[in-house]
């Protein structure tokens, strides 16, 4: 009965948060009234179902015994029993049902006695609520619900819901709190009708209650109608209550920036890079949706990371003035992505080599590895990129094409064996100055010809360089070679006059 439930959960509460305190109270009670009936002294350390239904009986012998310690002992015949019932739930062999049924009998027959001694069922206090433990309320509500249905009443419309549908939100959600009496300030509850009363339309709870009772809503037909505006709300409703497992559904992302509120899509925001911060948010299993990122500016957020996620990709550079940049800037940084768009790559004539278009490279004049050209841009870094270099004419592939750090000197010669990190188009093998300082590694060992290409890929995360020739996968060449916060050029060496490479503009890979 609920009356007997009601019951349950006081002396429940009463034991869960003070069980050494009563368990030895009840204990020297237990054994006096067993010694005044004749009986023999129970140990309470290792109760079964007979000790208990024995101790019943010792004790309603003693209905003229003080009422305050009839109390206690009570309490202390449903401490037991709860522990026969948690050791039996974690028993495969268990009957854990029959024993629910069990304890609940078990309280029936107590409150009887106490209705005889005419002791009167007490009341759960603000107090006792407050400092029971958190597995107390859980094992309450799992175990001997209070009712089984309740009505969600809504502006314009209710529902009428199990609580095992609402309890499937999860530990976190408001409806968790809710059953636990825990009421938030825009939340009224009728104790009568069991009736909560949410000030806020309830159009979009639908949405929400379909998710909970199990339903896909991919499979909804309405889903695919809503309005742009209704599904804002339905995500506002999600978070209202809690029910972040929806947003996963929708394959959306929910993820709080200073206190508000965004849902981005799970597959934009992977299309921001490996190496981008919410990557790697999503790849880590101790955490949960929704994600929190309390020290960034909201507003900043809204206006240049929520727009380039959902544009698809980097953001163009007009438009945006000076401080506008800085901030991008900063959020690229904490962010570990790109937003607006890469720099023209451009090349500087160079001593012995000449510059057409900014990217078309020639060897002039000289002999030898006398041509080093870099480029006036600094490669970007932070992120995973590339940019592509064509062979227009050269007769042997005397070329070497890589990136070259800041104390590569442009005007000395065989500098692929004292700074840098290259690929010989000649052999398909590899050339560095120091640490690594290899001199001809293979890497492929096939020469690339005039009308072939090399896409040169860089991740600034792994500090990592690898050479693709026509579009082949040939491995990582170089890693851990350079830190993150090198300034890095492509940089192009010719060996023969009247070799020619065009070089191709920066592009993001994800």
């Given amino acids: 009965s609920s009356s007997s439930n009601s019951s349950l959960l006081s002396f429940l509460l009463f034991t869960g948060s003070n069980k050494r305190k009563t368990m030895d109270i009840a204990k020297s009670l237990v054994d006096r009234f067993a010694a005044r009936v004749g009986g023999t002294a129970l140990k ?31 309490k202390a015949f449903i401490m037991d029993a709860m522990d026969v019932l948690r050791w039996e739930k974690g028993n ?37 609520w407050n400092t029971a433990t958190a597995n107390d309320k859980r094992r309450f509500r799992e175990d001997f619900p209070s009712h089984t249905r309740v009505t969600l009443q809504f502006l314009d419309r209710s529902y009428d819901v199990s609580v095992s549908t609402l309890l499937n939100a999860g530990e976190g959600s408001l409806f968790n709190s809710l059953l636990q009496g825990k009421l938030e300030s ?12 949410f000030d806020m339309d309830g159009k979009m709870f639908a949405f929400v209650l379909s998710f909970l009772q199990g339903k896909s809503l991919d499979s909804e037909a309405m889903i695919t109608s809503l309005t742009p505006i209704e599904l804002n709300q339905l995500h506002q409703d999600a978070a209202f209550f809690g029910v972040w497992g929806l947003f996963t559904q929708l394959g959306d992302i929910p993820i709080k920036v200073g206190g508000k509120l965004f849902v981005v899509n799970k597959n934009a925001l992977k299309a921001c890079g490996k190496s981008s911060y919410f990557y790697k948010l999503m ?15 909201p507003d900043t957020f809204e206006r240049f990371v929520v727009k380039r996620i959902k544009h698809g990709g980097l953001l163009s550079a007009d438009g945006f003035s000076d401080d506008d940049k800085h901030m991008i800037s900063d959020e690229e940084n904490f962010y ?3 937003i607006i ?40 870094p932070r992120g995973r990129f590339k940019f592509r270099v064509a062979v227009k004419t050269s007769a042997l592939s005397h070329v070497l094409i890589g990136l070259a750090p800041s104390t590569f000197d442009p005007a000395e010669v065989n500098m692929h064996k004292q700074s840098g990190w290259y690929f010989y188009l000649y052999s398909g093998s590899l050339y ?6 290899y001199n001809g590694k293979p890497f492929g060992n096939r020469k690339v010809i005039g009308g072939e290409w090399v896409d040169i890929l860089v991740d ?45 503009q920066i592009e993001a890979v994800t």
């Fill in 186 to 197: 825009t939340v009224h509850f009728d104790n009568a009708t069991n009736t909560y009363f």
């Fill in 460 to 504: 600034r995360e792994s500090s990592a360089l690898t050479f693709n020739v026509n579009g082949e996968d040939r491995g990582i060449a170089y890693k851990g070679v350079f830190s993150k916060n090198d300034d890095l050029r492509a940089c192009i060496m010719l060996f023969n006059v009247g070799d020619t490479v065009k070089v191709g």
């Fill in 432 to 437: 560095s100055g120091p640490p690594t300082s």
């Fill in 44 to 74: 309470t350390n290792s109760c079964q179902w007979t000790e208990l239904n024995e101790r019943i009986r010792l004790t309603s012998q003693c209905i003229n015994a003080d009422s305050s310690e009839q109390v206690q002992t009570f």
């Fill in 336 to 338: 570990r992505m790109n």
């Fill in 92 to 128: 495969p062999t268990g009957n854990y049902k029959q024993s629910v049924k069990r304890v609940v009998e078990l309280n029936d027959r107590i409150l009887k006695i106490a209705l005889e001694a005419g002791v009167e069922d007490e009341k759960l206090s603000d107090e006792d």
């Fill in 283 to 297: 790849e880590d299993p101790t955490l949960k949706a929704p994600y929190i990122i309390e020290s960034r500016d």
């Fill in 341 to 380: 768009a890469f720099p023209p790559l451009v090349f500087e004539t160079g001593f012995n080599c000449s510059v057409a278009k900014g990217n078309v490279i020639t060897k002039a004049a000289g002999h030898g590895w006398s041509a080093n050209c870099l480029s006036l841009t600094t490669l970007p």
